[in-house]
Each structure stands twice: as structure tokens, then as C-alpha cells.
């Protein structure tokens, strides 16, 4: 059985809509309206095409299924892998280092007998064009359905970089742990973006995260940070009104002893929590202690590795009242 597009639409996770593209289906995490907020900056555009936090997720008696399509770069990193989860074990890992050298992906995988939950995480910095889901003698393929809905505002870590296995960024890792569907809307190099927070989804989630600042304290001054923030809070809980939210102040990174136009690293988080703590539905989680302080859990200083993403996931669920 070959699945169309209305099927994979409905086993898709993290994604506003799946529509159909030069014949494949693609996945998109931003409405029209949030993708043109960031039509004034290319590499941001280019970014809001990337599949972070999408996946396919279902149950079924199928003896295997098979998945094939292409990937573009929608983001500066060149390596692109999928993660397929067979009752909650990974079973493969596949992909490529470089979608230069090879943009198209094709794997089977073989299913245990009887009824199977299936989860298929897509690669989070790139676009995939998905131009054929197959499943072998299946006659049940229905969703799996969760319990919660999470929205994550935030920049390139949010985004999931650098995880190369993208089952193990730290928005599915938390949105795994909370049985929920996440729609991730980060970008890489993203700041506090009030117009982005003034436009919600069509569905209302049970929980928000926002991880932004890291940026903004590298390169805003002072009291563009502070306007930037204030506003995007107050935005948010305008367009989510009541929505418990966790505002996450910037993780360590390795030059944090520098002082910027904003401040020390200190102050810019400061501004973080003077924003945020106007609002009684958001609870400040201090990045300082998310991420342990040291190179061997980041690829470059800054942005975590597989490795310190887990991490980071399990000290923010210690933080969630949930």
C-alpha cells in the first residue's frame, strides 16, 4: 500500500500542514502569515523551510515500510539523517554528511509481527521532499495520538543545532517525555521576534517554551534587547492568553566572559528575566545550569551535540510543573 498525501497528513507530527510540491509531500512548521515575518532576511526564509521537530508517527500491522524522497539544505549545515523508533527502541539511523554529495534518501524497514508504533523523526535542518511511503501488507495505519500540544519559540539551538541524530535534540526529547506533538518555530541566528509571537497557530497548545537571548546579547544592544523581549512576551501572552510558559535564559556557552554592546553575559540574561517576570503564566528556567560546562558537550562553543542536548532536555522536565 502506497500512502497519498492525505494519509501522510494525517500521521505527520509537528507540522501546521503538508501539502504537495512538485509532487512530493512537504512539511511546513510555519503559517504563511509567520513565514513572512522573516521575508526581509534570506538565510532566516531559507531556515523556515528546515523540519525541526516533524515527524512521521503511527501505528500499524505492516511487515515493513519503505520511505523514499530527497532533502535540500534549509539551513548552513550540510549533514541530514533521519530517526526511525520501533516501540520506542531506535532501530536506524540514516542519512548523509553531506546533502551535496547525496540529496536523495531511500530505506526499508522491517517491523516486528503484530501492531507497531512507529515513529520516523525527520531531519531538523533540512527540507525533505518525501515522494513515497510504502507499507508492506499492512491493513491498520491509523496515528498515534498525544496528549499534549507544545509550541518552541527560539534560535538555532531550539532549532536543533547540532544534533546529527534529530531524535535526540532537546524539543523532542522534552516533547517525547511529555507525550506531546511540538511545532518547533525556531530559526538559527533568531533574536526576540515580536511580530512572530503576534501571529498564533490555528490550534491552541497546552504549553509554550521560549529560548531566545544568546543572540540577542551578541549582537543588540541594551535596550533593543530589553524592547525586543518585553515586547515579545507581552505578545505571546496576548495571542496565547492564560498558556503556561517556560522562558529559558540563554545556555552557557565557552566566551561568556566577554562583554558585549548589552552587557555582561549576566545583565543579558537579567533582561530576559525582568521581561518574562511580568507575566504570572511564565516561569523562568536559568539556562546557566541546563548545559554542562563543558566543550565536549557543544560542536563549536556554543550549540549542543547530541550528547549535551540530553543534558539539557532532562534538566529543563526538573523544571516543569507537569
Known amino acids: 500500500m502506497e500512502a497519498d498525501l492525505e494519509l501522510i497528513g494525517k500521521i505527520t507530527r509537528g507540522a501546521v500542514k503538508v501539502v504537495e510540491e512538485n509532487g512530493a509531500a512537504v512539511f511546513r ?31 500499524t500491522d505492516a511487515k515493513s515500510f519503505g520511505i523514499s524522497g530527497r532533502v535540500e539544505a534549509a539551513s548552513s549545515r550540510k549533514f541530514c539523517f533521519f530517526d526511525v523508533y ?22 526499508e524497514v522491517k517491523l516486528p509481527e ?13 527540507k525533505v ?38 531524535s535526540l535534540a532537546y524539543t523532542n526529547l522534552i ?16 533574536r526576540f521576534n515580536p511580530p512572530l509571537a503576534a501571529l498564533p497557530d490555528a490550534v491552541k497548545p497546552d504549553l509554550i517554551t521560549v529560548a531566545y ?8 544592544g541594551h535596550e533593543e534587547m530589553r524592547d525586543n523581549a518585553e515586547f515579545f512576551f507581552r505578545n505571546l501572552t496576548t495571542s496565547y492568553p492564560g498558556v503556561p510558559v517556560y522562558a529559558m535564559l540563554p545556555l552557557w556557552r565557552h566566551d561568556w566572559m ?32 541546563l548545559l ?22 532532562r534538566n529543563i522536565l526538573r523544571h516543569m510543573e507537569i
Not at 114 to 126: D, H, I, K, T
Not at 132 to 157: H, Q, T
Not at 175 to 190: Q, R, W
Not at 297 to 313: E, T
Open 292 to 313: 554542562p560546562h563543558l566543550e565536549e558537550c557543544v560542536s563549536d562553543g556554543l550549540h549542543p551535540n547530541d550528547f549535551g542536548f540530553q543534558f539539557v532536555a
Open 29 to 59: 512548521r510555519f503559517t504563511d502569515e509567520q513565514r513572512d515575518v522573516y521575508v526581509a532576511n534570506a538565510d532566516h526564509l531559507l531556515r523556515t523551510k528546515a523540519n525541526a521537530g516533524i515527524r512521521l508517527e503511527f501505528a
Open 213 to 220: 537571548g544568546t543572540n540577542d546579547w551578541s549582537h543588540a
Open 114 to 126: 503484530g501492531e507497531n508504533r512507529v515513529a520516523v523523526y525527520l531531519p531538523g535542518l533540512s
Open 175 to 190: 516533547t517525547d517525555a511529555l507525550d506531546a506533538e511540538s511545532v518547533n518555530k525556531a530559526i538559527g541566528g533568531d
Open 86 to 107: 520501533v516501540n520506542g527502541a531506535l532501530v536506524r539511523h540514516v542519512g548523509t554528511h553531506s546533502m551535496a554529495e547525496e540529496s536523495e534518501f531511500g530505506f
Open 129 to 166: 521532499f518525501l515522494t513515497e511511503l510504502k507499507f508492506n501488507g499492512a491493513k491498520k495505519i491509523v496515528p498515534v495520538e498525544k496528549s499534549r500540544r507544545l509550541i518552541c519559540y527560539g534560535d538555532s539551538i531550539t532549532q536543533g543545532y547540532d544534533a546529527h541524530y534529530p
Open 258 to 289: 566577554r562583554v558585549t554592546d548589552v552587557g555582561t553575559f549576566a545583565e543579558g540574561a537579567q533582561i530576559i528575566r525582568a521581561a518574562a517576570g511580568k507575566y504570572r503564566n511564565i516561569k523562568v528556567i536559568d539556562g546557566w545550569e
